[in-house]
């Protein structure tokens, strides 16, 4: 049985069926929210950083929310091989106290459980991750505005429920309610353009890149939200997921617009601390210019948390016509334990039981192999016909 599926947008397609693909070929790494299932990924993450991307030399934007942050932050890393490794590791063998009669734990008990394990993971190591010769980091989180503007036991479920009114009618209007922060490596612009939601740009440095992360993993109602992030505008930032699930963004469509398209996304923030808008403008040009290589858990890409449910979101649009998706394929998926990803209803599926949930997921990330070896198979001798439009 096949296990992996190759999507393309028409002009990553057409790339592909011209050319195959090269490590130098690639400019954005995406990696989506989505809990659990992002550990499927972890194979493909030890090849494709491990490996493959060590033979070329170009600049790669990775932009991540919540588990897809933990990721790529991860990628940053020296040898990051050996930490994707601890990882999926450490991801798998989480586990967390249940209060008496309760199938859950507490938001306040998750949240300090997780930054104990972020602060074990890159304790001393945050420099690594920040001054990484060629990745470029982009944490993406979600900041609350209004109702939402602090985490509050009444005005934060209000301030959801009208979230998901507002973005049931017009996604971009959600922006009222919530607006999209990115997080990103001194002197990184980013490589998407904003002009499809409500976003700022801020800094990633020492001061604020656990509460950042820590933030962009931060699922309303399972974890709390993080307060006053050092750098950025006050208030309370959650997932990064409920504005960009997918990271269905805009990649390279920056250098299309005018230079005020540029100035409105925000300008990064240079090694020195100033915003520079030549750097901007520089890193724009060689995101512009490449391959979006996704490694996802779907092959649909889609907008936001709360678009979920709503299917006509689901599409492609121009946004990815650079974006080459690889993805498990759903026949192979039903051969996997419990015939699906993991993901976060397995802690409520096997409560107590952790070491039998760690049994099951252990499984289908050994299985998960497969989708590298194939991967490995297409490179070496390019399929055209194993390309579907994505």
Not at 321 to 331: A, C, E, I, R, T
Not at 374 to 390: G, K, N, S, Y
Request: glycine share 8%.
């Amino acid at each position: 049985m096949k296990a992996l599926r190759i999507h393309a947008g028409p002009r990553a397609r057409q790339h592909l069926e011209q050319h195959g693909l090269q490590p130098g070929d690639v400019s954005v790494i995406p990696a989506a929210a989505g809990g659990p299932k992002g550990l499927i990924l972890g194979p493909l993450d030890r090849f494709i950083f491990g490996q493959w991307l060590a033979q070329s030399s170009q600049p790669v934007h990775l932009v991540g929310a919540s588990i897809g942050a933990w990721r790529m932050a991860t990628a940053c890393l020296n040898e990051s091989v050996a930490a994707f490794e601890r990882l999926e590791h450490d991801y798998i063998h989480q586990s967390y106290d249940l209060p008496p009669g309760k199938k859950r734990p507490t938001a306040a008990h998750v949240s300090e459980r997780f930054g104990q394990n972020l602060q074990a993971f890159y304790g001393g190591r945050i420099d690594e991750v920040l001054s990484h010769p060629r990745y470029r980091l982009h944490i993406v989180t979600s900041r609350g505005r209004h109702l939402l503007g602090r985490e509050h036991g009444v005005a934060t479920p209000l301030g959801y429920l009208g979230a998901f009114l507002t973005n049931t009618v017009h996604r971009k209007a959600m922006g009222a309610w919530l607006e999209r922060v990115v997080f990103s490596s001194a002197g990184a612009a980013l490589p998407f353009a904003t002009t499809d939601y409500r976003t700022r740009q801020i800094g990633l440095n020492a001061d604020n890149f656990m509460q950042a992360l820590q933030a962009s993993c931060s699922i309303p109602f399972v974890l709390q939200a993080v307060h006053n992030i050092p750098g950025a505008p006050p208030g309370a930032y959650w997932d990064g997921g409920i504005t960009d699930y997918h990271l269905h963004l805009a990649y390279g469509k920056q250098l299309e617009g005018s230079s005020k398209m540029i100035a409105t996304s925000a300008y990064p923030i240079s090694a020195s601390g100033q915003k520079d808008s030549k750097l901007c403008a520089a890193d724009n040009e060689k995101a512009s210019a490449g391959i979006v290589l996704y490694p996802h858990f779907q092959h649909r890409v889609v907008p936001g948390w709360l678009d979920k449910s709503l299917k006509w979101r689901h599409k492609s649009t121009s946004a990815l016509d650079n974006m080459v998706v690889l993805s498990p394929h759903p026949d192979w998926v039903r051969s996997l334990p419990n015939a699906k990803l993991p993901d976060r209803n397995d802690f409520t599926h096997y409560g107590a039981d952790s070491a039998a949930r760690a049994e099951a997921w252990l499984a289908a990330t050994q299985a998960s192999q497969q989708l590298v070896d194939e991967w490995v198979e297409w490179l070496e001798r390019p399929d055209r016909a194993a390309v579907q439009p994505l």
